[in-house]
């Protein structure tokens, strides 16, 4: 099934129809397609264009007029031949911003006053985690900037995010996510690769564009310069700031970027014997399970297997409840 063109896509067992009985191979396994990626794979097939999804109940009236003049203008100089042979109205139903003169997905996206008023969930939620896993909890509840990512990566991931992200019904409840944790930084967003493009071949050839229209838009308004220079821009900016390069990955109809920082890098691998010296000193008195692994920002099984461990064979760690080593009460201290 893997060397099928993607337009041939999914093969299913007919047995069981073709939502339960479509598979999708991740990593040695075949497992079960949901709903959505079965969907993605006709929106390719179909060339199905949702962020050209007309919005009933909106009205251009909402929407900024001064952002839209500064995009007919831009329509009007790039566009020769539209600027003397057709109405304003008219360029905006040709470039996608409108059909009848109802707002398009796209056009109430960049031009509405308040797009939150149609699709709430359609917007950028962050967290910052001052751990390496969700529910990690800093020592103080002060904020400390530092400047961990190039800017010029972070805001073409982001772009790249909102541009190429899935507009339809299917995924219009799920946000784009932005999870910092103390060692790296995660970019999330529906919709997996689009057309016949792979990961390995991200940033190396013409992709096709899920979002035609709105790509357009945001391109003469000049928020992006050039769409397919994003994948490119993100590595050469890791590269150049001496990072480690950025991990892309798909998983059930979800794309993500890993950005990996080196303050982190220089806590957690600088030299074991000093982090082991370190939690000796942080072990003066008595440290649960979950205070050590959010000093050493390192993970539960590292930290524990890795480090504390072999502090404890040498007999420089003890436990304060030897006889119950796996119990939630179980402290750790300096011997």
Known sequence: MTNLNKAERPVYYKGVGRIK????????????????????????RKR?????????????????KERL?????AVKRE??????HVSDEEILELMGVTIKGIPTLAGLMVFSVYPQTYFP????????????EIGSTGEDGMRH?????????????????LVHRDYSAHTENVPIRIEMYRDRMEIKNSGGLYGKITIDSLGKVRPETRNAALANILELLRITENRYSGIPTIRTAFRE???????????????????????????????????????????????????????????????MSTLVQPLID??????????????????FVRA
Not at 69 to 73: A, G, H, M, P, S
């Open 21 to 44: 009985g479509s598979y999708i191979r991740v990593g040695e396994s075949d497992e079960p397609m949901s709903e959505y990626e079965v969907y993605s794979y006709d929106a390719f």
């Open 48 to 64: 199905i264009r949702d962020d050209l999804r007309v919005v009933d109940y909106a009205r251009t009236e909402l929407f900024d």
């Open 69 to 73: 003049e500064r995009y007919l203008e």
């Open 79 to 84: 566009r020769k031949n539209l600027a003397d």
């Open 121 to 132: 969930q359609l917007c950028i939620t962050a967290v910052v985690v001052p751990g390496t």
């Open 145 to 161: 900037d530092k400047d961990e990512y190039p800017a010029v990566a972070v805001r073409e991931a982001i772009l790249n995010a």
């Open 241 to 303: 700031a001496g990072l480690p390069a950025p991990v892309f990955s798909v998983l059930h109809g979800e794309f993500k970027v890993v950005f990996k920082n080196n303050i982190f890098k220089a806590e957690s691998t600088n030299d074991k014997t000093n982090l082991s010296e370190a939690i000796l000193e942080f072990c003066e008195q008595p440290r649960s399970r979950a205070e050590l692994v959010e000093f050493t920002g390192l993970s539960r099984y590292y930290t």
């Open 314 to 331: 040498q007999g420089k760690l003890r436990m304060t409840m030897p006889e119950k080593p796996k119990s939630s009460k179980q402290r």
